[in-house]
């Protein structure tokens, strides 16, 4: 169990590089598996949720090379479409195999996927789409079974836009006989990449980014070569890390268009914000004002996944904010050790309110999910004194060297075990 030692109060100054996003390369790393053949992705990041989908695929029988940031994934001999329960746990993103699997093999089995705690995940969403394909779906002592020999394309209105659920739905269409739609579709940028990386293999796709998905069914897929979309919330990480240091960064390869809800939040905080084609660049002076409202919302609002990195600067802002989680129903557990930390935040259900204070103190915390640690590592870093952060194993199934990043900007950070 790795942990972060992080002595507060070094202001970072300088330039950091964001690799591809996480949410990009695990269901693409999943529907690679729809070509019979090989499919080579740049920009891959080496995190823990990266290995752990290599070694679910190299389990269903592909051959892959983890070179640089380069994947190569041959993909002609996946005859298995039965995951274990050990490897099915590991991460969240295992689920997109389903999808996959329908669409390859025309069966799967799997059990329940694991994932952070950050409160309840169902996957009914992901089921009930799959049902409405025409896939067959038994669900008994924890496993599930689906056998989908008759996908049909079919119309299908997600109940809420789950990320999750319009992957799932796009993987097992790709190659069903006639044409999907999927209204309510989430329109996140990573929906977006993975309609882009499946039509670069021969898919027809449309309408990602918006609400309605449509997907016309094809028969055979074919080699492909793809660079994966910048990661948003690691450059939105850096951004926050530089406004709770005062400090001023340059964060390249990072997208304006994908980061609006935050930089709009940084620029109500006192943070000046300038931008260019790929890069983002953060000039913080002063301590950050309050803002009286931030409300995390599907793509475009207010990403959930920065909520905590967010709180973490508002706890030594001038001035009281609010924030409103809506996406999922237990995100503020992090808080607790913040309030360790000395910051002054009372949480009612999904409502954190954070009075913010001149100074944070060093502490050792536990991170207990990837975004909850990240805010850590933030907090830490503009602490007065020494702030353990440990099971940095979270922090790790999303963030590539995060202690390096960081150390070459300024930081003093240090994994220790
Ligand atoms: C790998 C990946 O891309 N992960 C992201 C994805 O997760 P994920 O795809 O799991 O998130 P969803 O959009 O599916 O979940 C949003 C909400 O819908 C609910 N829900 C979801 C599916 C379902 O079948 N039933 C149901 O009720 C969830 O409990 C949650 O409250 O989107 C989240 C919301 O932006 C991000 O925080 C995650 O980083
Ligand atoms: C919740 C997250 O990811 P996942 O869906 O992979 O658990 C996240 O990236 O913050």
């Given at each position: 169990m790795g942990k972060f030692k992080i002595n507060g109060g070094n202001r970072l100054y300088g330039e950091l590089r964001v690799s591809g996003a996480k949410n990009s390369v695990l269901p693409i790393l999943a529907a690679s598996i729809l070509n019979e053949g090989t499919c080579v992705l740049h920009d891959c990041p080496r995190l823990?949720?990266?290995?752990?989908?290599?070694?679910?695929?190299?389990?269903?029988?592909?051959k892959i090379t983890f070179k640089g940031n380069d994947?190569?994934?041959?993909?002609?001999?996946?005859?298995?479409?039965?995951?274990?329960?050990?490897?099915?746990?590991?991460?969240?993103?295992?689920?997109?195999?389903?999808?996959?699997?329908?669409?390859?093999?025309?069966?799967?089995?799997?059990?329940?996927?694991?994932?952070?705690?950050?409160?309840?995940?169902?996957?009914?969403?992901?089921?009930?789409?799959?049902?409405?394909?025409?896939?067959?779906?038994?669900?008994?002592?924890?496993?599930?079974?689906?056998?989908?020999?008759?996908?049909?394309?079919?119309?299908?209105?997600?109940?809420?836009?789950?990320?999750?659920?319009?992957?799932?739905?796009?993987?097992?269409?790709?190659?069903?006989?006639?044409?999907?739609?999927?209204?309510?579709?989430?329109?996140?940028?990573?929906i977006e990449d993975l309609q882009n990386f499946l039509n670069s293999m021969g898919a027809k796709i449309s309408g990602?980014?918006?609400?309605?998905?449509?997907?016309?069914?094809?028969?055979?897929?074919?080699?492909?070569?793809?660079?994966?979309?910048?990661?948003?919330?690691?450059?939105?990480?850096?951004?926050?890390?530089?406004?709770?240091?005062?400090?001023?960064?340059?964060?390249?390869?990072?997208?304006?268009?994908?980061?609006?809800?935050?930089?709009?939040?940084?620029?109500?905080?006192?943070?000046?914000?300038?931008?260019?084609?790929?890069?983002?660049?953060?000039?913080?002076?002063?301590?950050?004002?309050?803002?009286?409202m931030i409300v995390t919302l599907p793509y475009p609002g207010f990403p959930t996944d920065l909520q905590p990195q967010m709180v973490a600067v508002l706890s030594i802002a001038n001035g009281t904010s609010i924030v409103t989680e809506t996406i999922f129903d237990n995100r503020f557990k992090y808080t607790e050790e913040l309030i360790r930390m000395g910051a002054g935040i009372k949480v009612d259900g999904r409502v954190a309110v954070i009075r913010g204070t001149e100074k944070l103190m060093g502490a050792k915390v536990v991170a207990r999910d990837l975004r909850g640690g990240a805010a850590l590592v933030i907090a830490g870093l503009g602490a007065q004194g020494t702030t353990i952060v440990e099971e940095a194993e979270h922090i790790d199934r999303g963030y590539e060297a995060l202690e390096a990043a960081l150390m070459s900007v300024g930081g003093d950070i240090v994994r220790i075990v």
């Open positions: 823990k949720d990266v290995y752990s989908m290599i070694e679910i695929l190299e389990h269903l029988g592909c994947i190569i994934i041959d993909a002609k001999d996946v005859k298995d479409s039965e995951i274990p329960d050990n490897l099915m746990r590991t991460m969240r993103s295992s689920i997109f195999l389903m999808g996959a699997l329908i669409s390859r093999n025309r069966s799967a089995l799997m059990s329940f996927p694991g994932g952070c705690d950050i409160g309840h995940r169902p996957i009914d969403l992901h089921l009930k789409g799959l049902r409405k394909l025409g896939v067959k779906i038994e669900e008994s002592y924890g496993y599930i079974r689906c056998e989908g020999a008759k996908v049909k394309g079919s119309e299908i209105h997600l109940d809420l836009p789950s990320v999750g659920a319009t992957e799932n739905i796009m993987l097992a269409a790709v190659k069903a006989e006639g044409v999907t739609i999927i209204r309510n579709a989430a329109k996140e940028p990573e990602a980014g918006t609400n309605t998905i449509v997907i016309e069914g094809v028969k055979k897929l074919h080699d492909t070569e793809y660079t994966i979309i910048p990661d948003r919330i690691v450059a939105g990480t850096y951004l926050c890390a530089a406004a709770m240091t005062q400090g001023e960064l340059t964060v390249t390869n990072a997208l304006k268009e994908h980061l609006e809800p935050l930089l709009s939040k940084l620029r109500e905080t006192g943070c000046e914000i300038f931008t260019g084609n790929d890069y983002i660049k953060i000039v913080c002076n002063k301590r950050p004002k309050a803002v009286d």
